[in-house]
C-alpha cells in the first residue's frame, strides 16, 4: 500500500512508519516537527514539512490507499492549562485532513485515540463500550475526532480504525540493532523521568497525588511496548476494507476477512501499576536510587486506567510479545543510555 503517516516524525509514528517500510509498503511522512525530529524519518522515505491542516491536501491524491495519523499534542496535565491548542490541533488538524481524503479519494484511516477518551471508569478492566468521559482536553478532542470518523464512516463509506493507547513505552529495536525510543522535550511521561533521575540527570521526580482511590495512592496505568503498540497498526491495516463503487463513492461488498465501516480497539497489557510500583521497577532494572516525593496532583489524571484488550485480540489477532513493565523499562533504559548520554 501506499500510505501517509501524519506525524511519522514522532515516537509513535516513527515506529509505525519503521514497520510500515519492513512490510514492503511505500510511506510518505507528514510532520510539522513541532514535537516530532527530522532525524526521527528513516533514509529514503519521502518527508514533507507542514501542518495536517492545510498541507495534507497538497500531498493526498487517489494513488494513497490509506492515512496513518499520528499528529497532535499528547500532553493531559498541559491540555488542562492550554485547552485551545489541543482543539485547534487534534480536531481541527483532523477535521481538515479528512476533507484532504475525502477530496483525493482516500478512504482508510488508522488513529491514534487514546485511553484518556475514558476518564475514571465505572470498572475495571475498561472496554470499548464503557462510558468515555474525558477528564481533560486532550482526551475529550481525541474522543471528538473518534465521533467524527464515525460519522465520516456512516457517510461516505470508509473505513476507519481507532487504536486507543493505554500508556505506550519502552524502546523499538529496529532489524540493524538500532534503536528508537521516546524523546520529549520538556519530558513529562513517568518512565522517561524516572530513566533520568536513574541516570543522575535529575536529582529526583515527584509523583504526583498520593491519595488516590488506588492499592497505594498513586495512579495506577497500563503500560504497552511500542513495538507491540505499532504492530497492530498493521494489523488494523489488514482488516480493512474500503473498495468504493466508483458511480456511487459508497462501499462495495468487503473482501474476505475485511471490514468498512468505524472500529475501535484498546490497546494495553491488561495489567495496572501504580506509580510507585514503576519507580521501583525503574530501580530494580537500573540498579541505580530513584528517590522521588509525593506532590500535588495534576489537574486532569484520572486514578487508574487499565485496559481490556479481548476485542484487539479477537478481531486483529493481537496479541502483545513483551508486556511486562520490567521488559519495557530495560528497553528504554538500554535506548536512554545509547542515545541521549
Ligand atoms: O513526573 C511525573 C510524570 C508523571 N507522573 C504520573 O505518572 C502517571 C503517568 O503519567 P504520564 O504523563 O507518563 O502518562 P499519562 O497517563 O498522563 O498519559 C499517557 O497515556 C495516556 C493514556 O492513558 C495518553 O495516551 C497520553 O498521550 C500519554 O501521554 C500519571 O499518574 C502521572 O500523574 C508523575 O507522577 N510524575
Known amino acids: 500500500m501506499k500510505l501517509l503517516v501524519a506525524g511519522g516524525a514522532g515516537y509513535i509514528g516513527g515506529v509505525v512508519t519503521r514497520l510500515l517500510l519492513d512490510a514492503g509498503h511505500e510511506v510518505v511522512v507528514l510532520d510539522d516537527l513541532s514535537t516530532g525530529r527530522r532525524d526521527s524519518v528513516p533514509d529514503g522515505v519521502r518527508f514533507v514539512q507542514g501542518r495536517v491542516h492545510d498541507v495534507a491536501a497538497e500531498v493526498l491524491d487517489s494513488s494513497f490507499d490509506g492515512v496513518l495519523h499520528f499528529a497532535a499534542f499528547i500532553e493531559a496535565g498541559e491540555s488542562v492549562k492550554h485547552p485551545e491548542k489541543y ?31 475514558y476518564g475514571d471508569p465505572d470498572q475495571l478492566p475498561i472496554v470499548e463500550t464503557a462510558a468515555a468521559r474525558p477528564p481533560n482536553p486532550y482526551g475529550a478532542s481525541k474522543l471528538a475526532v473518534d465521533l467524527a470518523l464515525s460519522g465520516e464512516a456512516t457517510a461516505y463509506g470508509i473505513a476507519a480504525v481507532s487504536l486507543r493507547y493505554f500508556n505506550v513505552a519502552g524502546a523499538h529495536r529496529c532489524p540493524d540493532g538500532t534503536m528508537v525510543g521516546e524523546r520529549h522535550d520538556p519530558e513529562s511521561h513517568l518512565i522517561p523521568i524516572a530513566l533520568q533521575v536513574a541516570a543522575g540527570k535529575r536529582d529526583g521526580l515527584q509523583l504526583y497525588g498520593g491519595d488516590y482511590p488506588t492499592p497505594d495512592g498513586t495512579c495506577l496505568r497500563d503500560y504497552i511496548h511500542i513495538t507491540d503498540l505499532a504492530r497492530a497498526h498493521l494489523l488494523a491495516l489488514s482488516t480493512m476494507d474500503c473498495d468504493a463503487d ?53 489537574a486532569g489524571d484520572p486514578a487508574s486506567l487499565v485496559a481490556s484488550s479481548e476485542k484487539a485480540r479477537v478481531e486483529l489477532g493481537w496479541v502483545p510479545q513483551r508486556p511486562s513493565l520490567p521488559d519495557i523499562v530495560s528497553d528504554a533504559w538500554e535506548f536512554y543510555r545509547r542515545e541521549l548520554h
Open 87 to 117: 482543539w485547534e490541533n487534534n480536531l481541527v488538524g483532523s477535521l481538515r485532513l479528512l476533507d484532504a481524503m475525502r477530496s483525493a479519494g482516500v478512504r482508510k484511516i488508522v488513529f491514534s485515540s487514546t485511553a484518556g477518551v
Open 246 to 298: 466508483p458511480a456511487t463513492g459508497r462501499l462495495t461488498v468487503p473482501r474476505e476477512s475485511a471490514t468498512g465501516g468505524h472500529r475501535i480497539y484498546n490497546l494495553g497489557s491488561g495489567t495496572g501499576f501504580s506509580n510507585r510500583e514503576v519507580v521501583e521497577v525503574t530501580r530494580s532494572v537500573t540498579g541505580r536510587p530513584v528517590p522521588f516525593e509525593i506532590a500535588p496532583r495534576r
